[in-house]
């Protein structure tokens, strides 16, 4: 996904607006595309990697949301 729909799908799950079923299967209605939950999660990681870039996986797998989230562009978003 590109920034633009990676914040607009960040917003409507800030606002309750975007269901799992929208994340995973789309909505065209609300211009979430399909696997949005997937891609968004994949940025977060690749963020998480840029500001930990020797992390193991014994470290960030078990990390809770908080601690993956610190830090990441759309933070207060996904809160």
Do not use: C
Not at 9 to 26: H, N
Not at 42 to 49: A, E, M, N, R
């Amino acid at each position: 996904m590109d920034e633009a729909t990676i914040k607009h799908v960040a917003k409507l799950i800030q606002t309750d607006e975007a269901t799992y079923e929208d994340l995973v299967g789309s909505s065209p209605q609300k211009d979430i595309p399909r696997w949005s939950n997937y891609n968004l999660g994949h940025d977060v990681l690749d963020y998480y990697f840029i500001l930990h870039p020797d992390s193991k996986i014994e470290e960030w797998s078990f990390k809770g949301e908080a601690d993956l989230l610190n830090g990441y562009k759309y933070q207060k978003l996904l809160q």
